[in-house]
């Protein structure tokens, strides 16, 4: 048997005075999408903004359905309506920003399982890492460089 240590780096940064105003200008895309989010039954609303390698931004929200595994999320709202309208561009920055309605969220809340997934997937298609800003509705900001950070043990085509 031989033990292997994995390991994740990611940055904390105090809040989106922290950023650079390019992220911040991204973050605020994220917000403006996360308030056209459907979220009727967890009530909570998430939004995504991608940064392309050609200026584009493309935003998404979570959109939700009474037959739950038939929703969204919105990162992978976002990202999968990039890759449809613009198949050759690389996704070079993803800002997000998620919280209750309920209650103020006020730590960072990263994409899900399925959406790490989905992420790794251009990732690896566009052979270039993916920054990923992600928050709650205020305070911290984790930053990773890569979304390999967030998935170490990716699962991909080479072992289809």
């Keep these: 048997m031989k033990e292997i240590k994995i390991e ?5 940064y105090d809040g989106l005075e922290s950023l650079s105003q390019d992220v911040v200008h991204l973050m605020n ?6 308030e056209k989010a459907y979220a009727p039954y ?4 998430v939004g995504a903004a991608l940064l392309l390698d050609n200026d584009e931004i493309i ?5 939700e359905n009474a ?3 038939s929703g969204l999320c919105a990162e992978r709202t976002a990202i999968y309506y990039a890759g449809a309208q613009y198949p050759n561009s690389k996704v070079l920055r993803m800002a997000i920003i998620a ?8 730590q960072p809340v990263p994409p899900c399982g399925a959406c790490r997934q989905a992420i790794a997937e251009y990732e690896i298609k566009q052979e270039s890492p993916i920054e990923i800003y992600f928050m709650g509705l205020k305070g911290k900001v984790v930053k990773s460089n890569s979304l390999a950070n967030l998935l170490p043990l990716i699962f991909d085509k080479s072992v289809l």
Excluded: D, I, M
């Design 99 to 106: 919280g209750s309605e309920n209650k103020l969220t006020e």
């Design 8 to 12: 994740s780096t990611v940055f904390v």
């Design 42 to 45: 967890s009530n909570f609303k």
């Design 67 to 69: 037959s739950y595994p």
């Design 59 to 63: 935003t998404g929200s979570n959109q």
């Design 29 to 34: 895309k994220a917000k403006e999408a996360r």
